[in-house]
């Protein structure tokens, strides 16, 4: 990973409040069980949600009031990023939800990041932070 990738992921973890930590679980690319180890790894009971093109877009509003949504209803939350084939049919018909961060084609090393900063943002929305300016 090039370490922008793990700089970028671990500033907007940094900044988030302890009860919304944010720890990244990674499974390594091998073609055979990379699925089962992903869905391996997912906490029992936690509410799964797979990034996928094909999913649900928000604007920062909305994932505001769905991570508020999340952090109400469920003790645990799995986000599900797929490597450069994506995700599996396992993993989507697991997931509760899909959520699409764009219509691109986006490399999934820049996923994380994007993912922790829009997670940050919507944070940042729910308590009144500066940080997003709309």
Not at 24 to 37: A, F, G, M, S, V
Not at 81 to 104: E, F, T, V, Y
Not at 114 to 134: D, G, I, K
């Amino acid at each position: 990973m090039p370490n922008w990738i793990d700089t970028g992921f671990k500033e907007y973890v940094k900044r988030l409040p302890a009860n919304y930590s944010l720890n990244l679980i990674e499974i390594p690319l091998q073609k055979r069980d990379k699925d089962q180890r992903m869905l391996a790894a997912i906490k029992k009971g936690a509410y799964i949600i797979a990034l996928d093109e094909a999913g649900k877009m928000w604007d920062s509003v909305k994932l505001s009031q769905e991570l508020a949504n999340w952090m109400n209803e469920y003790n645990s939350v799995a986000l599900l990023i797929g490597g450069p084939d994506g995700l599996s049919s396992d993993c989507l018909q697991r997931a509760n939800q899909h959520w699409s961060l764009s219509k691109l084609t986006l490399p999934h090393t820049i996923v994380r990041v994007m993912v922790a900063e829009q997670l940050y943002r919507a944070w940042s929305l729910l308590n009144n932070h500066p940080y997003h300016r709309a």
